[in-house]
């Protein structure tokens, strides 16, 4: 019913900037409740790095204020987090998350990209 699409991830090196992006398509979107940006390094627990609901309100990890800027477009159903400040603590698998209404009803849909790579050399 729903998939969403990543891109923007790569290689940079530390102090550098990325954007990453994630839309959200199918037919059955009423309306995007909240979509964020979580991250996983190989080891660890996959963490919050910030997220957006509806009404434009923003949360952020601690560890990416002040660097990390998380944005929405509503027509588009795209979210994008602009990095900046990079360092290589930043380095992990970024996955992009919804939670979407998709019914009349109530009826949300939740789910996750397929992950998208950030490398950051020191």
């Known amino acids: 019913q729903v998939q969403l699409a990543e891109s923007g991830g790569g290689l940079v090196q530390s102090g550098g900037s990325l954007t990453l992006s994630c839309a959200a398509s199918g037919r059955s979107i009423l309306r995007i409740n909240e979509m964020g940006w979580y991250r996983q390094a190989p080891g660890k627990r996959r963490e919050l790095v910030s997220t957006i609901t509806s009404s434009g309100s923003t949360n952020y990890a601690d560890s990416v204020k002040g660097r990390f800027t998380i944005s929405r477009d509503i027509a588009k159903n795209t979210v994008t987090l602009r990095m900046n400040s990079l360092k290589p603590e930043d380095t992990a698998t970024y996955f992009c998350?919804?939670?979407?209404?998709?019914?009349?009803?109530?009826?949300?849909?939740?789910?996750w990209g397929q992950g998208t790579q950030v490398t950051v050399s020191p």
């Open positions: 998350d919804a939670d979407i209404l998709i019914g009349h009803d109530g009826t949300t849909w939740t789910g």
